[in-house]
């Protein structure tokens, strides 16, 4: 039975739960589970740490992240199968996703020196307050307290890297409540952050309920701030309690992102990177082309090209290498995936499936033709492998379409007139638009979010997640 990790001691709890790799339904291993208590405690061991861990100098922060980063490479092997088995994600991309981990840690340890930096304010030009000129004002950069990171269960190695690393460069403490679908790579994680030297107290990792941990987290005024990434539903909920307590909020939820297909896209570039966009680790990424839209002219042919891509993915175990899709999460997703489907057919769509094995807790890859705005899959998220194809005729029904739904994460665009592409750009409710390549591209130090029900508070990405959760303190001194 694997334990929690409470302020970097092992602690083996009453409850646990097994969790279980959704290829074939067994139980990997059984993990403690935090409650209430164990987060309370975990909070003030926090917040105790915080006191110390904040005065350390950066450059000392700094080489825990490198040699976090370090051991990371050395452990790699069985953090990717791990990651694969407990996520149902294939292997190849459990490497892509355990390779930006250690880039994350990296990276924060690089640009921590130029963003915790604070600045000199010229405040002589102003009138008032009286008596400017004699004034020398900066600021420098403090860091919060204690935060806690409530993290999906889809990217349990880059949701941690992208909540934790930054924190630990700002100086804060923090407590984290993996997913309990896939909560081993997070605590293997946790172990390796004590073993490169982080101070005890400063990290725990707390598997366990949203109701137990994760309200507690939200509830608890000695927690600073929140860093969330999950579903619209419990982000909402999240963020109007977090407020309440006074927390600062980073909520990074839903998306339900359009890939719109202009009449002179490259047809083959716009169906290979759909088909990518909208299947990788079977639908199941916060961005992926989950709505995909198409001009009449080239319609027939995308999805004539499309599903003959669909039907030959390798949908299987994900630890084999040739797999492209394994299962998804749980047997309530294909349950959800069922009804979608449902729901498609009933409002007109003529569906396309791929293969897929008849054990563990797969779906098959499935294209929905005649795709309309009165189906669920045209204006919710629908988390799994299912593609629905609509078409347009002038660019405004194109927009109308795209921005038909309540999310706004990012939107994909193909065509050769740039410029009309980038007036298509301009109307499009989304954190950001990608001209002529996969609504999945993401820079991790950059700004990650969206607009309406796909983000609340600050934006995630390695430089706003340390101004996000840190202080910018300003210093006037009279030097009269
Ligand atoms: P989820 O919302 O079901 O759960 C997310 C986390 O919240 C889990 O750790 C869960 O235990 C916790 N939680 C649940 N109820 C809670 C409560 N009442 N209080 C506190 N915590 C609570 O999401 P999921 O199914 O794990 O992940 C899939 C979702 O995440 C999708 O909607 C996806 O789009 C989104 N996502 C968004 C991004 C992004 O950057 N925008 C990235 C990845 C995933």
Redesign the pocket.
């Known amino acids: 039975m694997l334990p929690i990790i409470l302020g970097g001691e092992k602690v083996e709890t009453e409850a646990s739960v097994d969790v279980v790799n959704p290829a074939n339904g067994q139980v990997i291993d059984r993990v403690c589970v935090a409650g209430r208590e164990e987060t309370k405690r975990a909070v003030e061991v926090a917040e105790e740490a915080f006191q110390e861990f904040s005065r350390l100098p950066l450059k000392d922060r700094t080489k825990i992240l490198l040699r976090v980063a370090d051991l990371i490479e050395e452990d790699r092997e069985k953090l990717e199968v791990t990651l694969s088995k407990e996520s149902g994600k294939p292997i190849r991309d459990a490497r892509v996703e355990v390779t930006r981990a250690i880039h994350l840690f990296r990276s924060t340890a690089e640009e921590a020196k130029l963003i915790l930096e604070g600045k000199t304010y010229r405040v002589d030009g102003y009138e008032y307050p009286p008596g400017n000129e004699r004034r020398l004002v900066f600021s420098v950069r403090e860091p919060l307290g204690v935060v806690g990171a ?6 349990p190695a880059n949701s941690f890297a992208h909540k934790v690393s930054p924190n630990i460069a700002v100086g804060n403490a923090i407590v984290v ?4 679908s896939t909560p081993i790579t997070s605590l293997m994680l946790g172990e390796i952050m004590y073993r490169a030297g982080l101070p005890r107290g400063v990290l725990s990792v707390l598997p366990g ?3 137990t941990v ?2 507690e987290i ?1 509830e608890n005024r000695k927690v600073k701030g929140i860093t ?8 909402v ?2 963020a109007s309690r977090a407020v309440l307590t006074g927390k600062r909020i980073m909520m ?4 339900s992102d359009p890939i719109i297909v202009m009449k002179d896209a490259d047809l083959g570039k716009a169906v290979d990177v759909s088909v990518r966009a909208r299947f990788e680790y079977s639908g199941q990424n ?1 961005n992926a082309g989950k709505r995909i839209i198409v001009h009449e002219s080239v319609y027939h042919k995308f999805v004539q090209e499309f599903t003959r891509k669909v039907k030959s993915l390798k949908v299987g175990d994900p630890l084999e290498e040739s797999t492209d899709l394994g299962p998804v999460i749980s047997h309530n997703a294909v349950m959800d995936m069922e009804r979608v489907v449902k729901d498609s057919i009933q409002r007109g769509g003529k569906v396309y499936e791929g293969s897929k094995p008849d054990h563990g807790f797969y779906f098959p890859p499935t294209v929905i033709e005649n795709a309309n705005l009165d189906m669920v899959a045209m204006r919710t ?1 629908v ?1 799994g492998p299912i593609a629905p194809i609509a078409m347009f005729s002038d660019v405004e029904e194109a927009v109308q379409m795209a921005n038909a739904t309540d999310y706004g ?1 990012q939107a994909s665009i193909f065509s050769s007139d740039v410029k009309l592409a980038l007036k298509v750009a301009r109307e499009l409710k989304a954190g950001a638009v990608i001209i002529n390549d996969s609504t999945r591209l993401r820079w991790d130090s950059l700004p ?3 607009v309406g029900m ?2 609340l508070g600050s934006r ?1 990405g390695i430089r706003n997640t340390m101004l996000t959760l840190s202080e910018e303190k300003i210093v006037s001194v009279d030097l009269s």
Request: hydrophobic share 30%.
């Open positions: 409530i993290l999906p269960f889809n990217f409540k993996p997913s309990t309920g949203g109701e994760g309200s939200v969330f990434t999950g579903s619209t539903a419990v982000g909920g999240i990074e939820m839903g998306g916060c998220e988390f994460l990650f979010g969206g796909s983000g995630e």
